[in-house]
């Protein structure tokens, strides 16, 4: 099983600078190779606290200089706030001056907010995305290429900067949908997908999804990589467990206010925390989430992953305001004991399912 982070770089008050939340977010991803992660993620979100990381391409060129081996990954690059031709000269900067350790995430995105400040219609995303993938793909593919489409039109063009990794950087989808798990399927790109705050029933229900677009694709659900972002924490401190669920409830409430589109500022920057009917009690979410002893984490996980048959689980390190220390610490407690423990279990599991036909 491949493990890991996902560093969303949140910014839960004015007691958080920005170079406080950049700074800690590259030490993350530092800390997150010495405990033996595969892939450290990083999200793009604009003009708000709720994520204060504006390109994650930038990210995979800042951390490819203190780190040496782990994965660096875009989750996601919002497409139709891009253009892409520009993008995939990015792409491949970012490609080159990691060593080739670039994992290319692409996605719709979701937020109104974001989108007017852009001058982009939220309500294309869909199909904006759709398109600047196909001009992405071909530009990754081809020396020279074209492009006539609705949303663009493009002569003929090279990109001179290109990814070192062959035929492309490794792609994945943000999958919410059927539909976009389809696209996955039917042009072999991995799929980065969630069941939020859910617990086992939510992930039976994201597998069942999984398999029909699969199906609908003439593809089994194995034939792409899948990794499942999840909110994940282990210890036996009561506080410290409050304290994440705290920051994942209140990530959650912006997230849930920024997609509804009733966020709320009173100084046009800091989005207020509003409770909604959809939150979750935190005995609901202990419940539902792999949170609490280490041997719990770890029996969670492996529930989890029996049900999703997922290749990857990639944790919400940075979450709100909690504490850096005491996160840099959690990710190195997955690294001693954690990941090891379940790449036994899971080792262990397979050579029964061999000795046994």
Same mark, same amino acid.
Request: with cysteine; charged share 20%.
């Given at each position: 099983?491949?493990?890991?982070?996902?560093?969303?770089?949140?910014?839960? +008050?004015?007691? *958080?600078?920005?170079? *406080?939340?950049? #700074?800690?977010?590259?030490?993350?991803? %530092?800390? $997150?190779?010495?405990?033996?992660? +595969?892939?450290?993620?990083?999200?793009?979100?604009?003009?708000?606290?709720?994520?204060?990381?504006? $390109?994650?391409?930038?990210? =995979?060129?800042?951390?490819?200089?203190?780190?040496?081996?782990?994965?660096? &990954?875009?989750?996601?690059?919002?497409?139709?706030?891009?253009?892409?031709?520009?993008?995939?000269?990015?792409? @491949?900067?970012?490609?080159?001056?990691?060593?080739? #350790?670039?994992?290319?995430? %692409? +996605?719709? &995105?979701?937020? *109104?907010?974001?989108?007017?400040?852009?001058? %982009?219609?939220?309500?294309?995303?869909?199909?904006?995305?759709?398109?600047?993938?196909?001009?992405?793909?071909?530009?990754?593919?081809? /020396?020279?290429?074209?492009?006539?489409?609705?949303?663009?039109?493009?002569?003929?063009?090279?990109?001179?900067?290109?990814? %070192?990794?062959?035929?492309?950087?490794?792609?994945?989808?943000?999958? +919410?949908?059927?539909?976009?798990?389809?696209?996955?399927?039917?042009? &072999?790109?991995?799929?980065?997908?969630?069941?939020?705050?859910? @617990?086992?029933?939510?992930?039976?229900?994201?597998?069942?999804?999984?398999?029909?677009?699969?199906?609908?694709?003439?593809?089994?659900?194995?034939?792409?990589?899948?990794?499942?972002?999840?909110?994940?924490?282990?210890?036996?401190?009561?506080?410290? =467990?409050?304290?994440?669920?705290?920051?994942?409830?209140?990530?959650?409430?912006?997230?849930?206010?920024?997609?509804?589109?009733?966020?709320?500022?009173?100084?046009?920057?800091?989005?207020?925390?509003?409770?909604? *009917?959809?939150?979750?009690?935190?005995?609901?979410?202990?419940?539902?989430?792999? =949170?609490?002893?280490?041997?719990?984490?770890?029996?969670?996980?492996?529930?989890?992953?029996?049900?999703? /048959?997922?290749?990857?689980?990639?944790?919400?390190?940075?979450?709100?305001?909690?504490?850096?220390?005491?996160?840099?610490?959690?990710?190195?407690?997955? @690294?001693?004991?954690?990941?090891?423990?379940?790449?036994?279990?899971?080792?262990?599991?397979?050579?029964?399912? =061999?000795?046994?036909?």
């Amino acid at each position: 099983m491949e493990f890991g982070t996902f560093i969303l770089a949140a910014q839960r +008050g004015y007691h *958080q600078t920005s170079e *406080q939340v950049i #700074r800690h977010s590259i030490d993350q991803a %530092v800390a $997150s190779e010495k405990a033996g992660f +595969g892939t450290a993620w990083f999200a793009e979100h604009h003009f708000n606290n709720y994520s204060l990381v504006p $390109s994650p391409l930038m990210m =995979v060129a800042a951390c490819s200089g203190v780190t040496k081996t782990i994965r660096l &990954g875009t989750a996601v690059c919002v497409l139709p706030l891009y253009q892409p031709q520009r993008l995939l000269s990015e792409i @491949g900067f970012a490609d080159i001056v990691s060593g080739g #350790r670039l994992e290319l995430g %692409v +996605g719709s &995105g979701y937020q *109104q907010f974001e989108f007017e400040r852009f001058g %982009v219609n939220v309500d294309d995303a869909p199909k904006v995305f759709s398109e600047y993938l196909d001009i992405v793909m071909k530009g990754l593919n081809q /020396k020279i290429f074209e492009h006539q489409g609705t949303y663009l039109k493009l002569p003929s063009t090279a990109i001179s900067v290109r990814a %070192v990794q062959k035929p492309t950087p490794p792609i994945w989808i943000a999958a +919410g949908s059927s539909r976009s798990m389809g696209r996955g399927y039917r042009e &072999g790109h991995n799929l980065f997908v969630t069941a939020l705050h859910g @617990g086992l029933d939510a992930i039976r229900g994201l597998r069942t999804t999984i398999e029909g677009a699969a199906a609908a694709e003439g593809k089994k659900a194995s034939d792409v990589k899948i990794a499942l972002l999840r909110c994940a924490y282990a210890s036996d401190s009561e506080r410290e =467990v409050e304290s994440y669920l705290d920051n994942a409830r209140y990530q959650r409430r912006l997230s849930e206010a920024l997609h509804q589109r009733r966020q709320q500022s009173q100084d046009g920057y800091m989005l207020q925390e509003t409770p909604t *009917q959809q939150d979750l009690s935190f005995d609901t979410l202990r419940a539902n989430l792999p =949170v609490g002893s280490v041997n719990r984490v770890i029996d969670r996980l492996l529930e989890e992953i029996e049900v999703l /048959k997922c290749d990857q689980i990639a944790i919400q390190t940075q979450l709100g305001d909690f504490d850096e220390k005491t996160m840099l610490k959690q990710i190195d407690l997955w @690294g001693e004991k954690i990941i090891p423990a379940v790449n036994r279990a899971l080792g262990t599991d397979a050579a029964l399912k =061999v000795a046994n036909g």
